[in-house]
């Protein structure tokens, strides 16, 4: 036997008691004739205690012990005569009288301690060196215990776990799909699912009536900070309902977390915000509720005084930054270079202080008289102190995207986003077609499966652009952390909509006509949701990426650096596939 | 609001109360002036009752209703006058006052009844609709239930979820892997786990001590009835254990199950069988214990008696059937065909009943005296009224296995292989390596992480047939339900078993260089387990195929047929893989 006990557990009530431990050497200190090592596992950390007058060979093997060594020790538990508060083990220490070395280590590459000096790359190349720190391992811990708490609550509520298959066809559309040659069938392919969205609408056909998985999904996209091309989300699919019942239910999931994990008791129903105003009010849809320094709109005020940048502009709006009026010239300039930033692209920043006084000095004086000024203060309901920031452009919702960067960004600068603060709320009424400049023709916003909201029928015939869906996304912190809709289930209108989409028959039929085909036998009105497990956690945890949620994460060009994949097949993998690799030129 | 309740939730405590189903229906009966409809959801069935003497139109469009149409009625709960015992909800009906139709339906390809006139092509071909006959539905629901179980049981006991990753890098050694090229690393190619034996290594390197995951795994082999190319795997890996620890644990897995599950109270520990008992004794490394007809060794009994086909074996033995004497030529003959099929590969089969006088009457009377016999029937304890069956052959082991499917199918023709009844038992002491043929030398029986038994390790250098190895496999009634070992944690010794098993130096590197590295820093002692999360749903179930209780399987050529996967690509897929599809004509 290993170990009795962990290095968590042992109390000043155990005191007196022969116990045997084993884990890992964080640190050894020698203090007079004493030597103590930390040692570490899971659990915790327990003090040794090595007493050279006692047993000098001992103590000295101890010393020569490495950091990072894995040992098991035999010893008696005594009450320490400094304590560690700071250690749920901090009373006591093991008085050791046998040690082992059940393994040496050499001298890891980086430092195991939350503070440690290893970088991002070398990090993730020893991984498993990583992830014994434990604000690593909180983060992995965090995840098994929420998905703990999301499956009881989904069970309690008689939702069936699934698994759907990860082997399945190509869809073409849509985001881009990892494939998988298959040997038996040869020239075809597997894909892997970027959703199981067909596959659980058919459990709804099947009848299983609430369905949910935590489950693996896939894209093959260019990756960006918080994308990783597998990532983890957990699915759900309800019958006979509609889009209050699934956001009820939904937002009760949202708030056992909360509670369970967080300890935070959210009582009040969730703000449902239609994504109009959304995106009127944030120029978002998934707004950061967590302060205010909701958008203005100056178009009424500000235009026709000869200034001809505004004069010129679709669209003029600001926010309100309280107390922001101290901001210095260097500041100001800051921000505008941060909205003049590639990715963000405002032409310019308009200010106006509020002063001591009331009267408003802004950047554009010579254009605005006073009053004038005084009318926008009243619209901000600005007072002393405060800092209005403006921005205009041609282009009305580019320009309330720029305004939403630099709302988001005085809200870090101001300290408003704080990490252990929740602000969550239902975005609603979605559009569900989008215009695609690319390809010239709208495109669904979600999916083609989701059902455009029942008065809006008509306008699929007239106004495209203007029908609503019945779609809703959670957000919490400015984070989209779930989404989804109440699908169609009829199959005329689901054939509508391929068409509105420019699927011609034969290729609706290719792609989802096993959908379609079992929408002829029965299928119940149905909708869901997925919410993304990594955004839940990081959320949970204070992360920035989802990656430090991941046990094993992928860089940025889809590698994982710790084991070298992906790397070449042998000549005999690809010849069994029937594949030959022919990589052009780079254009 | 679709509905107030489900069609399996009311009683007759309802009654009076005015509620609102929705579900499917399953029969529409005329009776008189009355028309009942039963109407089914996943919780069960209620009746609908129309009256044409109260409303006319309304009984009418009840008698319109097809099967399998999704409908929502209005009505009050009443006493059935002619109750159903047979249904939960039997006690009542619903006196229906409005009915609209949700949804029609064509009428199914098969009844959607437990004994439905759909054959297995069909069936599969509309899951959707197989999946809605409760001798379906009902396995996947228990899948359901048996993972939050297993779930509970596992987190009680201090485990965490870890998901590993799906993209990994591929083996070439052992089963054949599934690969997915990579569009940003042109040429290069990801695997698909066969399953997370290295990075469960990983997570014990990294401190989690006790880690697991229901997870899916993926095979490239030509299929059997009871193989997928993905399964379903529960992972679990422990540090700080030896064999006997790991054991403990899973058994008490295993009695959780049958408790919670089947309300089955396991008190005793299973038994453990060493492999070479299992072999000696029921000629497989999984014996079905649900009955004993143990092999008895005949070789110094029958050999030496001018019966040149045993007088040149290397092994004779044979099995005793209780009670068979009965068997008639023609059952005798039709067992000897049995063990000549191909897949057995017996030469033929020796028989000889005890008769009710005690005397022995053999198919190889000529050669043998009643002494001998005598002493045969002795060394079975065979009664009269007993049927002892004998194969020999040239090859011990071969013989044993040829026996033992002889066995298995005396056990069934002799109803000792209830689906109700279990037997539990752990095989352990497996052998280290086994030689292949095919590549002229020794291979690892399991995997090149197993460890040797400590008191085995000087055997390595001088009989490495002879190793054993700290492995175990849980069997129940026959089936290989799980196994694992204690890994090696030592890097002199991981070095030599790859140089036993013919890795060079560079080869090892290559293919296991990231989990040799990390066991430089500090690998602790660990061991695990992988039980086949199918198998044991099946087991459960009593099912014949772990095809069952899969919501969405594969056929034997790897394709599901519903969604007509796989498939072959658009040319712009296979371009931006930099892949070529060349199929080479069969040989």
Redesign the interface.
């Known amino acids: ?3 009795t006990h ?1 290095c968590g557990q042992l109390r000043l009530a155990d005191a007196g008691a022969e116990v045997t431990l ?1 884990g ?1 050497v964080q640190r050894v200190r020698k203090l007079g004739g004493m030597t103590f090592v930390d040692l ?4 915790g950390i327990t003090q040794l205690a090595f007493d050279s007058e006692n047993d000098a060979a001992l103590c000295e093997q101890a010393n020569s012990l490495g950091r ?3 040992i ?1 020790v035999d010893g008696k538990v005594i009450e320490r005569t400094s304590k560690n508060s700071k250690l749920a083990t901090g009373d006591i220490e093991i008085a050791v009288s046998r040690l082992t070395v ?5 001298v ?1 590459p980086f430092t195991i301690e939350d503070n440690t000096d290893g970088g991002d790359d070398i990090r993730m190349k ?4 990583d ?2 720190r434990s604000c690593v ?1 909180h983060n ?2 965090l ?2 215990r929420m ?2 708490e999301i ?1 009881r609550y989904l ?1 309690s509520m008689n939702f ?11 869809t ?1 559309e849509g985001a ?17 699912p970027q959703s199981p969205q ?2 659980k609408q ?2 709804m ?5 609430r369905y949910f998985q935590i489950v ?1 999904c ?1 894209r ?1 996209e ?1 990756l960006r900070a918080d994308r990783q ?2 990532f ?1 989300q957990i699915d759900c699919e309800m019958s ?3 889009q209050q ?1 699934v956001i009820g239910l939904f937002e009760g999931m949202a708030k056992h977390l909360f509670k369970t994990i967080r300890g935070i008791e959210l009582t009040e129903p969730f703000m449902q915000m239609p994504w109009s105003d959304a995106m009127r009010l944030y120029g978002s849809d998934k707004p950061d509720l967590r302060f205010g320094m909701q958008f203005v709109e100056l178009m009424d005020i500000l235009k026709g005084h000869g200034f001809a940048v505004f004069d010129n502009a679709a669209y003029i709006g600001g926010i309100c930054a309280t107390g922001a009026a101290t901001y210095t010239r260097k500041q100001l300039d800051q921000l505008t270079d941060f909205v003049k930033r590639p990715q963000i692209g405002a032409k310019g920043l308009v200010y106006a202080r509020v002063e001591a006084d009331g009267n408003v000095k802004s950047s554009v004086d010579k254009f605005y008289t006073q009053d004038v000024l005084q009318q926008m203060k009243a619209a901000f309901d600005a007072k002393p102190g405060d800092l209005i920031l403006i921005l205009s452009g041609d282009d009305v919702m580019k320009t309330r995207k720029q305004l939403c960067e630099l709302r988001l960004e005085m809200g870090s600068q101001l300290g408003l986003r704080d990490k252990n603060k929740f602000a969550c709320l239902w975005v609603v009424d979605f559009p569900l077609f989008e215009w695609s400049d690319e390809e010239g023709r709208f495109m669904a916003m979600h999916h083609p499966f989701t059902s455009p909201k029942p008065e809006d029928i008509p306008l699929l015939d007239t106004d495209m652009g203007a029908v609503r869906a019945n779609a809703y996304d959670m957000v919490v912190n400015g984070v989209e952390v779930g989404g989804g809709s109440i699908r169609i ?2 199959k005329q209108l689901q054939n509508k909509m391929f068409e509105l989409l420019g699927f011609t028959q034969q290729r609706a039929e290719e792609q989802f ?2 959908l379609m085909n ?8 149905h909708g869901g949701l997925a919410y993304g497990l990594d955004r839940w956690v990081s959320l949970f945890a204070g992360l920035d990426s989802i990656r430090d949620c ?3 994460p ?1 860089n940025n ?4 650096v ?9 000549p ?2 690809l ?10 030129e780079k254009k």
């Not at 069936?160 to 190509?170: A, M, N, R």
């Not at 710790?562 to 042998?570: G, K």
């Not at 010849?575 to 052009?584: A, F, G, T």
């Open positions: 036997m290993y170990r962990t084993s890992w570490r596992d899971r659990y990072e060594y894995v098991q059940l393994n040496s280590s050499e890891p020893y991984r498993y060196l992830l014994r391992s992995l811990l995840r098994h998905t703990m499956r069970d069936v776990e699934i698994e759907t298959p990860v082997l399945i066809g190509s073409p881009r799909d990892f494939v998988v040659p298959s040997r038996m069938n040869p020239g075809q392919f597997y894909a892997l067909m596959f058919l459990l056909v099947a009848g299983f009536d693996k896939f093959d260019d091309p597998e983890t006979f309902v509609e019942d289930h009829d006509g096993f079992a929408f002829k036998y029965g299928a119940p009105p991941i046990a094993f992928k060009s889809g590698r994982d710790m084991c070298d994949a992906p790397a070449p097949l042998e005999k993998q010849d069994e596939l029937n594949l030959v690799v022919d990589i052009k």
